[in-house]
DNA sequence: GTGATTTGACCGTT
DNA sequence: AACGGTCAAATCAC
């Protein structure tokens, strides 16, 4: 990708305290995630502690989201703007004024963005592809997807899917946005964390700029679970990462997860090619340099 | 018949 | 003007 990435949709203007508080916090989900990972580490075995500090974590997040909705000026989801007033049916006529087709990206870069590496495109979620584009600068082309729930349930996750360049063989695939829809099938993530603890696959911080590398317990279970579990796990990887990280996930569909974690700020050095999406959509979303505030 | 995919066009941003 | 993201008519699959 050689363009940036643009913020949000209308309006970056964002007041200093919305700032301020959002560096803060994101120095609190550090330590804590930090912090939690080192609890884990020193009892393991007691999922007690796993399950209090998901809660933790989770709490952060969604203390993220809603700040992060503040921040844009609005009380409804991010891309309330230019999606709500479609109607869920299929053929639709070209809209002579109002249509905006294309135009608004920003809702991507105000959500949660993670980027996964897998051998096949089938992650348990249910995605429906909306187009597929051929990339200036890559080889392949990519695809897009939302989620099947979009309209019927409101949910805004997209995800993004190209080959590989160093490997064909595999998927870049770019999760953007949180699922909000409820699937059945999905075991509440809840309990997932709470088991996941005590499972054996290994999740590699990277040491970034901070010289920290820390390990903790991912279950084989994980990429099995349904997506939308799959976010809320991932979002608590994220959340453990802190400061920078890369994810050795089981080694079925999802084996490499990178998370530029662009509510927190944090850099991550990763395995993939991809930190430069991570850097440019730190600036682009939070307009500061991730190496300066880490200072 | 219904829902998913394909694909060219459109649109906002850079 | 180039680019990437999205729309929506046409087509496909079940």
């Not at 994101?26 to 990972?37: E, N």
């Not at 209090?52 to 709490?59: C, Q």
């Not at 999740?203 to 820390?214: N, P, T």
Request: charged share 25%.
């Amino acid at each position: 990708m050689e363009q940036k990435p643009v913020v949000a949709c209308g309006e970056a203007e964002d007041s200093l305290a919305g700032d301020s508080v959002v560096r803060e916090m994101a120095k609190i989900r550090a330590s804590t995630a930090q912090l939690g990972v080192l609890l884990r580490e020193a009892m393991a075995g007691n999922s007690t502690v796993g399950a209090v500090f998901e809660e933790l974590e989770g709490s952060i997040s969604r203390a993220f989201s809603l700040l992060d909705r503040k921040q844009q000026g609005g009380d409804g989801p991010p891309s309330s703007g230019h999606q709500s007033s479609e109607i869920p049916t299929k053929k639709r006529k070209v809209n002579p004024a109002g249509d905006r087709r294309g135009g608004c990206r920003r809702r991507i870069q105000s959500s949660s963005l993670r980027i996964v590496k897998s051998k096949t495109l089938d992650d348990g979620q249910t995605w429906r592809k909306y187009g597929q584009k051929e990339i200036q600068s890559a080889k392949h082309p990519r695809s897009y997807f939302r989620c099947t729930h979009k309209y019927d349930q409101g949910c805004m996750a997209h995800r993004q899917a190209q080959l590989s360049e160093d490997d064909p063989t595999a998927y870049v695939i770019t999760y953007i946005g949180e699922h909000t829809c409820r699937d059945p099938t999905v075991v509440p993530p809840t309990m997932i964390s709470a088991s996941i603890l005590q499972d054996t696959c290994l999740i590699s911080f990277g040491a970034g700029d901070h010289g920290v590398r820390q390990e903790a317990s991912v279950p084989a279970s994980f990429a099995s679970q349904k997506q939308e579990s799959d976010e809320d796990v991932a979002s608590n990887l994220t959340s453990a990462s802190s400061s920078s990280g890369y994810f050795l996930l089981p080694a079925t569909e999802n084996p490499v997860v990178t998370t530029p974690d662009v509510t927190s700020g944090f850099h991550t050095a990763t395995g993939l090619d991809m930190d430069f999406m991570a850097d440019t959509y730190l600036e682009d979303v939070f307009g500061f340099d991730d190496d300066e505030f880490f200072r």
